[in-house]
């Protein structure tokens, strides 16, 4: 006859998903340059397949902001490319993999990343471009909630009209800072949620809402240093877009390759 024993599980007995959480890291602003420093590193390690994500994520804005002015919807373009950076961590899941093997010296063609970021659609890290674009959707309809608001007696037939409206008005006035102020929040929960989450589903079994525990944590026990990187990114980004979105083929990779790098300072090694 047998019979029950009380308690928990034994340590060596717990799953992926009952481990307890990863111990984060004090970092500081030497972590951030040091990390930028391997970034770039990384980029001339292999600047063409690097630059490959970059021109890829590039080209898709520029498709997309054709087809919303295709679509006579010229007043999304300036929300979208503001919001457009919100889907970075996700797009730049190939640099993670490259920075990744490049620390380890192991070699690597393009049939080993691609394969790599298409088994990522087995893992966790779908659910993670779900809360990605789930919050892009957001931003991108609360910028409509506020046109329809704030806006509704103001008109504007093309691009022009609308930056005038937007610029000009007392009402663009209060739209503007009503919807910088909602995106700043959006901005801050996506950046919190997504800083190291998406980098470590990549290098460890774990899943998603553990990753995004920690990633809250990293940002949480390091605020001051975790602000100065996200300006850096935002700054980045905003200049990247300018000339057409052409300078994230070089931009997107080498925050892609340097989050990898602040990620492994500010999160310990999974336990074997």
Not at 223 to 240: C, D, E, H, Q, R
């Amino acid at each position: 006859m047998t019979s029950k024993i009380d308690g928990s599980t034994p340590p060596d007995k717990l799953t992926p998903h009952q481990r307890s959480l990863p111990k984060v890291n004090k970092v500081t602003a030497d972590d951030i340059t040091e990390s930028l420093k391997a970034g770039f590193s990384d980029f001339l390690a292999r600047p063409l397949m690097s630059g490959f994500f970059g021109l890829f994520y590039a080209v898709f804005g520029i498709l997309l902001v054709w087809c919303l002015v295709w679509l006579d919807m010229i007043w999304m373009i300036i929300p979208f490319i503001v919001g457009f950076p919100l889907v970075t961590p996700f797009a730049a899941a190939g640099l993670y993999e490259m920075s990744r093997r490049l620390q380890r010296g192991e070699s690597f063609g393009w049939s080993d990343i691609l394969t790599v970021m298409a088994d990522q659609r087995k893992r966790e890290m779908g659910w993670m471009a779900f809360v990605t674009l789930f919050i892009f959707w957001v931003w991108m309809y609360q910028v409509r909630l506020w046109l329809a608001i704030i806006l509704q007696n103001t008109s504007f037939s093309d691009f022009e009209g609308f930056l005038n409206a937007v610029l000009f008005t007392p009402q663009g006035w209060i739209f503007l800072a009503v919807g910088t102020g909602v995106g700043a929040c959006l901005s801050a929960v996506l950046f919190a949620v997504t800083v190291v989450s998406m980098p470590m589903l990549l290098d460890r079994e774990t899943n998603f809402v553990s990753a995004m525990v920690t990633s809250v944590r990293v940002v949480t026990e390091n605020p001051v240093v975790m602000l100065g990187w996200a300006a850096i990114i935002s700054v980045t980004m905003v200049v990247s877009l300018v000339p057409a979105f052409l300078g994230l083929i070089f931009t997107l990779p080498i925050l892609g390759h340097t989050t990898w790098h602040l990620y492994q300072r500010a999160v310990a090694p999974a336990e074997e």
